[in-house]
T-cell receptor, first 118, second 113 residues
Framework: DAGVIQSPRHEVTEMGQEVTLRCKPI?????LFWYRQTMMRGLELLIY????????DSGMPEDRFSAKMPNASFSTLKIQPSEPRDSAVYFC????????????????FGPGTRLTVL | GDSVTQMEGPVTLSEEAFLTINCTYT??????LFWYVQYPGEGLQLLLK?????DKGSNKGFEATYRKETTSFHLEKGSVQVSDSAVYFC????????????FGAGTRLFVKA
């Protein structure tokens, strides 16, 4: 398996522009997570899905952020409009295995998208 | 609520030194415990895990034992290498009312040659 795939790897945009980050999870995983990582705030969970349904979006900073998972193999995180304070590395992760025991509760992270908003 | 507390970094060691990174947790259920590692420019990846009390997880010379009595999962390695320089995250997961993973703040390790 190719692992979790994220695109783009780097994104530089100007304040006010719309940004869309993409994620392809590992096939067979029930859960998909979006995280944001900054030096100041560390690793933050933004939202997670179970079987394509959003379960907990309490970490989404504000209405400018939205996430969708139209099918089991694709998810997007959108920021509209973007602001400089959104600059961070955004990670997508998937896991655990569908129907697996607790011993399989591992999250598999993608390489991240480094977002810079000027 | 559920939480993970790990020692603050950075931790700076010389090559071949002994490493300990402390991690304690609070959980209402019966969590699984994890150590993830993040190398520069990469995502987090699983280093080791333990799913029940007294289990020992091990990988690449790193070890951690699930201690229910002290609610701890300290990471150890007998002899660190420069290539171990990374950020280490302690985490727990629980399956009560769904699936949830809580990460610690991360501890940065620098190993000098």
């Amino acid at each position: 398996d190719a692992g979790v795939i994220q695109s783009p790897r780097h994104e530089v945009t100007e304040m006010g522009q719309e940004v869309t980050l993409r994620c392809k999870p590992i096939s067979g995983h029930d859960y998909l997570f979006w995280y944001r990582q900054t030096m100041m705030r560390g690793l933050e969970l933004l939202i997670y899905f179970n079987n394509n349904v959003p379960i907990d979006d309490s970490g989404m900073p504000e209405d400018r952020f939205s996430a969708k998972m139209p099918n089991a193999s694709f998810s997007t995180l959108k920021i509209q409009p973007s602001e400089p304070r959104d600059s961070a590395v955004y990670f997508c992760a998937s896991g655990p295995l569908a129907g697996g025991p607790a011993s399989t509760d591992t999250q598999y992270f993608g390489p991240g998208t480094r977002l810079t908003v000027l | 609520g559920d939480s993970v507390t790990q020692m603050e970094g950075p931790v700076t060691l010389s090559e071949e030194a002994f490493l300990t990174i402390n991690c304690t947790y609070t959980a209402t259920g019966y969590p699984s415990l994890f150590w993830y590692v993040q190398y520069p420019g990469e995502g987090l990846q699983l280093l080791l895990k333990a799913t029940k009390a007294d289990d020992k997880g091990s990988n690449k010379g790193f070890e951690a034992t699930y201690r229910k009595e002290t609610t701890s999962f300290h990471l150890e390695k007998g002899s660190v290498q420069v290539s171990d320089s990374a950020v280490y995250f302690c985490a727990l997961s629980v399956r009560t009312g769904g699936f949830k993973t809580i990460f610690g703040a991360g501890t940065r390790l620098f190993v000098k040659a």
